[in-house]
């Protein structure tokens, strides 16, 4: 069965330190995108790409950076990690559908940056 | 640009109560409406969906109708079960634009 997978589910790190979510997945989705899920700003949208080599800004990309070199994978890195990027991760895919997508998700990954 | 606004919670009901979640948005165009539900620890999956106007999604007893006069999609079920217990989100798919617009999320707990 296709799918999405998120790695490492959990993972704590420094400030400072760059750090790097990996995100994959079998649907052969053209359209990948990374969230950030936090107490009451529901999902805020970091990064998207609707193919490969293609990337784009979200609303909160600040600090966030991603490439896309094959459909299957859109790694997200933080640069420099900060106590506010200290959140819950969520890559998702979708096909291009136009207007009608639906997005898949992965299972999240929780980040600490102490 | 686009939005979604759902009801705050959280919502606590008992089983068997009846449940509805609001939910209105703001778009131009003409989007695609759906609600996904994240069950603890979990990422979101796909609840139901409407494509367009005065359609019905329906998906394991839980309705939402697209209504285009008053920019709602409202979340109803019947009949609540304990497993039902999840945060439930609001979102809209603007044609052409590949991403989609989510709602803050509400919580729904259901007690025995």
């Known amino acids: 069965d296709a799918e999405i997978t998120q790695s490492p589910r959990h993972k704590i790190t420094e400030t400072g330190r760059q750090v790097t979510l990996a995100c994959h997945q079998t649907w052969n989705h053209n359209n990948m995108f990374w969230y950030r899920q936090d107490l009451g700003h529901g999902l805020r949208l970091i990064h998207y790409?609707?193919?490969?080599?293609?990337?784009n800004k979200g609303e909160v990309s600040d600090g966030y950076s991603v490439s896309r070199s094959n459909t299957e994978d859109l790694p997200l890195t933080l640069e420099s990690a900060a106590s506010s990027q200290t959140s819950v991760y969520f890559c998702?895919?979708?096909?291009?559908?136009?207007?009608?997508?639906?997005?898949?998700f992965g299972p999240g990954t929780r980040l600490l940056v102490l | 640009g686009d939005s979604v606004t759902q009801m705050e919670g959280p919502v606590t009901l008992s089983e068997e109560a009846f449940l509805t979640i609001n939910c209105t948005y703001t778009?131009?165009?003409?989007?695609?409406l759906f609600w996904y539900v994240q069950y603890p620890g979990e990422g979101l999956q796909l609840l139901l969906k409407a494509t367009k106007a005065d359609d019905k999604g329906s998906n394991k007893g839980f309705e939402a109708t697209y209504r285009k006069e008053t920019t709602s999609f409202h979340l109803e079920k019947g009949s609540v079960q304990v497993s039902d217990s999840a945060v439930y989100f609001c979102a809209l798919s603007n044609t052409n634009a590949g991403k989609s617009t989510f709602g803050d999320g509400t919580t729904l707990t259901v007690k025995p």
């Open positions: 778009a131009t165009g003409y989007p695609s």
């Open positions: 790409s609707y193919g490969v080599q293609d990337t």
């Open positions: 998702a895919s979708s096909e291009s559908a136009g207007g009608q997508e639906t997005q898949y």
